[in-house]
């Protein structure tokens, strides 16, 4: 071997082959090669986000929709539960005066806070 | 080494061909099925017939990342603007393959709610016959198909799918001018097309 070679030498090399090899990765996958070589051509058709073939309503998923579905959920919820008391208040019922009025009361709060809806418009589906 | 010249291990070539041979090997199909091809369709991409021995290896359902179009089965008027949308949005340079005798002229549904032929709407390089055809029968139409790619020059592809995009986009300025929805401007162009005697409006 010949002596005035540093033992550093095959370390030196590998320096420079991992340098080669980063440089390149970076000209043949990087955007310098590819971006010579691919063919482009953008168009209108091809830069819009969907790829169903059906025109977007408006650009892009971020917008606001109408409170009206929570509304009726919410007020479905209310005689939901309005129904469900009630039905088996029915099976059971006894013809107890006191129950009776009890449930009469308990609906009666119920029907104030429909008419109220009604009157606020709140089951108008074409607002 | 001495006796080996030049002509023993360089080739010349046309770019033509070696790009078109890459072309025809590595077709990247998109399925635009809509009837019964697109079933006979599944068992051309299944083990027993597997296309994937013609370069089709990766079949894609996003436009943007194939670049043949199979139009399985029937199209109506309204499905057009939608067929000349996705292959738009493909990418160049693309072909279409009309399978079946639906996509291809109508076939049986000869009504005013289906539209004659995809070829009044995209062009088509290839018309498979059948009724779906079988397996086989798209395979060779695929095989025809990537015999044309051997044979055709690059900027003639090129200009080709150019005509499509300029069809596209007085589509685009008929739709605003008239205010029409998307499905009736197609169909105005196909008729106006059909007054004029002709057949496509790409």
């Known amino acids: ?127 | 080494m001495a006796g080996i010249s030049l002509d023993d291990s360089v080739m010349p070539t046309r770019l033509d061909a070696v790009v078109n041979w890459a072309r025809r090997n590595s077709l990247w199909p998109l399925p635009f099925g809509t009837a019964c091809c697109a079933i006979e369709f599944m068992s051309m991409m299944a083990s027993r017939y597997d296309f994937s021995r013609f370069g089709a290896e990766a079949l894609r359902f996003s436009p943007r990342q194939s670049d043949l179009l199979l139009v399985l089965g029937t199209v109506t008027n309204k499905q057009a603007p939608v067929l000349r949308q996705i292959y738009a949005q493909m990418a160049e340079p693309k072909w279409v393959v009309a399978v079946g005798v639906c996509a291809s002229t109508g076939g049986m549904y000869r009504t005013y709610a289906t539209l004659q032929g995809i070829d009044r709407v995209v062009p088509v390089d290839v018309y498979v016959p059948g009724c779906p055809p079988r397996p086989e029968g798209m395979i060779f139409g695929v095989m025809e198909l990537q015999k044309q790619i051997t044979r055709e020059s690059l900027s003639a592809r090129k200009e080709h799918i150019e005509q499509f995009y300029q069809s596209l986009a007085r589509q685009e300025e008929l739709q605003q001018a008239r205010g029409l929805s998307q499905y009736q401007v197609v169909r105005e162009m196909v008729l106006e097309a059909g007054a004029q005697g002709g057949q496509r409006i790409w």
């Open chain 1, 1 to 127: 071997m010949n002596p005035t070679v540093s033992p550093f030498l095959p370390v030196l090399l590998l320096f420079l082959i991992a340098l080669g090899v980063g440089a390149a990765i970076l000209v043949l996958s990087g955007r310098i090669l590819p971006g010579l070589l691919k063919p482009a051509n953008p168009q209108k058709a091809k830069l819009t986000p969907y790829e169903c073939g059906a025109p977007p309503r408006q650009e892009g998923a971020r917008h606001r929709y109408n409170v009206k579905f929570y509304l009726v959920a919410m007020l479905f919820i209310l005689f939901d539960v309005e129904a469900a008391f009630l039905i088996p208040w029915a099976v059971q019922y006894k013809a107890h005066l006191w129950t009776f009025w009890a449930m009469l009361s308990f609906v009666a709060t119920l029907v104030v806070g429909y008419v109220y809806a009604w009157g606020k418009g709140a089951l108008d589906w074409e607002r």
